[in-house]
């Protein structure tokens, strides 16, 4: 029996609904979720202020020795990455993550602590070329400053030294990380005020708030624009015989192995009688009744017509019972053991489950079996072709989109019955274009169409989806009515323009550093011991 309680069979398209469910969950929430988290890990993440709690940072059962990462040839240690893990699980900022569950959590402290790591070392080796230094006396006077180390307000070297000790580290070693903290700290400083709110920002913010735009939008998918059915032979053929498509093929192959494999399948016949097992009357009636049902089955009569008559499970019921093929995994526990243990046409005793008692028979047993990358190798080609020429033409609508070219756009729609809905009028703060999304690169976007250039210039890319805009009309936001409820201070801060334009200042920097940073990254000979890699491999990149 299926583990829902609803009595129906679950079918593998309601699995896979269901994990696309949770997929768009997630790519809806984790913008809000994760977007003031990003801004810290670019700056809080890297450039820390130490804060100790009197105790040694390094998580129990973690091991200190060891490589955890390689910058340029300079180490990063597992106990600074342990150090690091301790410190980000602390933060309350990540503890919004446990709502997408505690491995999802760890995965992530993980992740953004080698990562925080390795863009500390970066920085720090590049802050002499940029003339940023830290004098000797100014590390002094940070350390003496951390209340950790001080006692009646005064500094004390036994506590510091205490503190080296528990953290495994020299007085030279820890100076060293203050020096680099100190000279990043200038770093943040620089941005900010290099790139601080201009004069005119929370004026221009002020007008433009009450414009709306309405817009039209068409989704394009750009793996999947040609249908593979639409490769013929002749063109699979061709893509065999070019020098690079038995590589293509192979890392196709190796990166969806799952795909090319089938677990051990089994089909049956069940009749339910349900019984709550908390009743112990009914559960007893229902024995009986069950056990009435065996011997009529094994005196000869119709399976199919019994569990037709009798079963009380809505799923199977009308098809006499049947359950299609199914893997491991999918029934509870005790259905399951004896679906794969037992030979088909064997009948079962009843077997008692959540749900009641279920008289089961085994239609049929799929062996487990695996697609060879030879066996496979058409369908691949097939499917590498067909999306090919689907990034060939997308690539088509881009450069007519680029040269405002309305007919060849009109034609590609047409071409791939791909038809303009409209949005609906929005204002410049939605946080993305309704019925769209495309989030602040859509809606900035959208405000800067008009009837005179009326097509986006580009396509806003959305994963496998690529947002293609197009300007419907303009208009002024009507005013707001007096609200019933007073607003609180805070609201009415963070509705000022003055807060706004800090705001997007605020983005401008993080965009900024995240910029320098990733220009650093990819100058740089950087190494991840696989096993603290491997501790953050499924964390989503919050860059």
Request: charged share 25%; hydrophobic share 40%.
């Amino acid at each position: 029996m299926n583990k829902q309680a609803g009595g129906g069979m679950a079918s593998k398209l309601g699995i896979r609904a269901m994990r696309a469910n949770m997929g768009t969950a997630w790519k809806n929430d984790r913008r809000k979720v994760l977007k003031s988290i990003t801004a810290w890990i670019l700056f809080s993440g890297i450039i820390i202020v130490f804060v100790f709690l009197g105790q040694t940072p390094n998580a129990p059962g973690v091991a200190s020795g060891g490589t955890a990462a390689s910058v340029n040839g300079q180490i990063v240690s597992i106990a600074e990455f342990s150090e690091r893990v301790e410190m980000l699980s602390r933060d309350s900022r990540f503890t919004q993550m446990e709502q997408f569950g505690p491995d999802f959590a760890r995965q992530m402290v993980r992740q953004q602590a080698i990562r925080s790591l390795i863009d500390a070392q970066l920085l720090g080796q590049n802050l002499g070329r940029i003339g940023l230094t830290t004098p000797n006396a100014q590390v002094r006077d940070a350390i003496a400053e951390i209340p950790a180390f001080q006692e009646q307000g005064r500094f004390s070297k036994t506590l510091y030294l205490q503190y080296l000790g528990g953290t495994r580290q020299t007085a030279g070693e820890f100076e060293e990380k203050m020096r680099r903290q100190l000279a990043a700290s200038r770093v943040a400083r620089t941005f900010s005020a290099a790139l601080r709110p201009l004069p005119f920002e929370a004026e221009m913010i002020g007008k433009v708030e009450g414009k709306l735009v309405n817009v039209e939008g068409v989704s394009v998918p750009t793996e999947t624009l040609v249908f593979p059915d639409a490769v013929s032979p002749a063109d699979i053929k061709t893509f065999l015989a070019k020098a690079d498509s038995a590589g293509r093929i192979k890392s196709y192959f190796d990166s969806r192995k799952s795909e090319f494999s089938k677990p051990e399948q089994a089909s049956a016949r069940h009749i339910l009688i349900r019984a709550d097992k908390k009743d112990s009357v009914k559960v007893a009636t229902a024995r009986a009744e069950a056990e009435k049902i065996v011997q009529d089955l094994k005196g000869g009569a119709d399976f199919a017509k019994l569990a037709s008559e009798k079963s009380e499970d809505p799923g199977s019921k009308a098809k006499g019972g049947l359950l299609d093929f199914f893997a491991r995994g999918a029934m509870v526990p005790e259905f399951e053991k004896y679906v794969f243990s037992a030979k088909p046409g064997q009948i079962s005793d009843p077997i008692q489950t959540d749900f009641g008692f279920h008289i089961i028979r085994v239609e049929a047993i799929k062996p487990a079996s695996e697609t060879t990358m030879e066996e496979a190798q058409d369908d691949i080609a097939q499917q590498l072709v067909a999306q090919d020429r689907s990034r060939d033409e997308v690539a088509n609508l881009e450069k007519a989109l680029a040269a405002g070219d309305s007919a060849s756009v009109d034609a590609f729609l047409s071409k791939y019955k791909l038809s303009w809905s409209e949005s609906g009028p929005f204002a410049l703060n939605a946080e993305s274009i309704p019925k769209f999304g495309g989030g602040d690169e859509a809606g900035a976007a959208a405000f800067r169409l008009s009837m005179a250039k009326p097509l986006a210039p580009k396509l806003i890319r959305q994963g496998p989806q690529a947002l293609l805009l197009r300007f419907k009309s303009a208009g002024e936001a009507a005013s707001k009515a007096t609200a019933a409820k007073p607003k609180s201070p805070q609201e009415i801060l963070s509705e000022s323009p003055e807060f706004k334009a800090e705001s997007t200042a605020s983005r401008r920097i993080d965009e900024a550093f995240a910029s320098w940073m990733e220009s650093m990254r990819k100058s740089a000979k950087i190494s991840i011991n696989p096993e603290v890699g491997a501790q953050a491999a499924n964390a989503p990149d919050l860059q």
